[in-house]
């Protein structure tokens, strides 16, 4: 089978180490990949939103199966096109991916659909939001652009002007482009967050070992918002209870409102939840795996994941074997360029990737990083993700922390309290 993986970041590393694993792959792409899909996979400079050269390169390249890492190419419908041209896709389609771009929508579907959220409200309009947010007597709240805002569109105000100021700006202002013209004003929801993916082909799922992100740039989470500096598996506050309601009453129902609503689901459906006092609460549905959940998730996978992604995508879910874990938990230490999140610095040389090499049971996952001379550089904000399995949580911290003080490259940020809070408990 001739495979191609779009996208080019930590998320599409691991994928790539993980399906080149399989007996069943002949040929394994990357578009465009980075300086570790290089390592397992043919890089091809195609970028992850020229849909006409990625639609032009399954053809020429007579890929059998396309796997879509990141949101935005899915958003525009990618899956589709590439559906239309014969190729087998796992991601959804343009209606599907709506689940993530379009937060109202998702909002939407949770209510008629019974889904436990919190409870929100929609604005296009700044009078109508402050009026609203007049009337509200508990802080922080939480606002929310309608669109992809690659992970930094909520702000959680903690009184009525900075509210009121938060919303003009998106609705008057422009932050946010597009995606912020539309407003959601949310319940804010107090607990502990919990990623839980499952593959799907849109009439069965499977659900995937829960993660947990670490979404502040600062230890303590402090700062500002990431794409996610760090993640582990399983987080000790998803407990068997609590899986099986986020299957029942998040995931099932999920996946039977896409079909109900005609649309082609095959992919992952990502639920981003609360795990509040009161149960599961989606904070959030992705179209896609997390970056950098499936950093943790991932190696802990110990089926052949083509069979499940080439199931998914010809929507044959139900024959496929249940999913083999590895019981040992994983920890991912996000390690991110200077100036991240606000912007990144390229070209900073990156060493003791050699080193880390020999170490067992751990994984470097490249993210923003390309080839320089004999070199690996920094070419992006996040630029590796250091995974490590052990025995329990905190072996898989030390060996993960053991690995991150071998890697230096200027600049250089990364929290130090990964995992911390299965820890603290
Ligand atoms: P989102 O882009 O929707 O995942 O939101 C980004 C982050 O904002 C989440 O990971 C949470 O930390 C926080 N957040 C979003 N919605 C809520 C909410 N309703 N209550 C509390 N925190 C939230
Ligand atoms: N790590 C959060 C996400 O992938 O959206």
Redesign the pocket.
């Given at each position: 089978m001739r495979v191609l993986i779009v996208g080019g970041g930590g998320r599409e590393h691991v994928l790539a180490w993980k399906i080149r694993q399989s007996p069943l792959v002949t040929r394994l792409l990357c578009a465009p990949g980075n300086a570790g899909t290089a390592e397992v996979a043919e890089n091809v400079a195609v970028a992850d939103g020229d849909i006409e050269g990625l639609v032009a390169l399954c053809r020429t390249e007579s890929v059998d199966l396309a796997v879509i890492g990141p949101e935005v190419p899915l958003a525009a419908g990618l899956a589709d096109r590439l559906r239309g041209g014969g190729v087998k896709v796992f991601g959804p389609g343009a209606a599907g991916a709506r689940l993530e771009s379009s937060?109202a929508h998702a909002k939407r579907l949770m209510q008629r659909y019974l889904i436990p959220?919190?409870s929100?409200r929609t604005f296009q309009d700044f009078e109508d939001v402050a009026n609203y947010l007049e009337a509200q007597q508990h802080y922080?709240v939480?606002l929310?652009a309608d669109g992809l805002?690659a992970?930094?569109?909520?702000v959680?105000p903690e009184s009525l002007d900075e509210a009121l100021a938060a919303a003009r700006e998106m609705l008057e202002g422009g932050r946010f482009g597009d995606a912020g013209r539309t407003l959601l004003v949310?319940?804010?929801?107090?607990g502990e967050?919990v990623s839980v993916l499952a593959l799907t082909d849109g009439k069965t799922l499977a659900v995937m070992e829960p993660a947990q992100?670490h979404?502040?740039i600062y230890d303590g989470d402090r700062g500002p918002?990431t794409g996610g500096m760090g993640a582990y598996s399983p987080p000790p506050v998803a407990n068997a209870k609590f899986l099986a309601d986020v299957e029942r009453e998040v995931l099932v129902r999920i996946v039977h409102a896409l079909a109900r609503e005609h649309v082609e689901y095959r992919g992952v459906v990502y639920a981003?939840l609360?795990a509040t006092r009161g149960g599961a609460?989606v904070?959030?549905f992705?179209c896609r795996f997390g970056d950098p959940e499936a950093q943790a998730i991932i190696p802990r996978l110990r089926s052949d994941i083509v069979p499940l992604l080439d199931a998914c995508a010809i929507g044959r879910l139900n024959q496929v074997e249940d999913l083999e874990w590895d019981p040992r938990p994983a920890v991912c230490v996000v390690m991110a360029s200077g100036g991240y999140p606000a912007s990144s610095h390229k070209g900073d040389v990156i060493t003791g990737l050699d080193e880390v090499r020999e170490m067992d049971d751990v994984h470097v996952f490249h993210a923003g990083t390309a080839r320089q001379g004999g070199d690996v550089v920094t070419a992006g904000g996040r630029v590796l993700g250091v995974t490590a399995l052990g025995d329990d949580i905190a072996a898989a911290r030390d060996r993960a922390y053991a690995a991150v003080e071998k890697i230096r490259f200027d600049g250089m940020q990364f929290r130090r309290d990964i995992a911390s809070r299965a820890l603290g408990r």
């Open positions: 937060k959220t919190g929100s922080p939480v929310k805002a992970g930094k569109g909520v959680l949310e319940e804010y929801l107090r967050e992100d979404k502040r918002n981003g609360m609460r904070i959030e992705n």
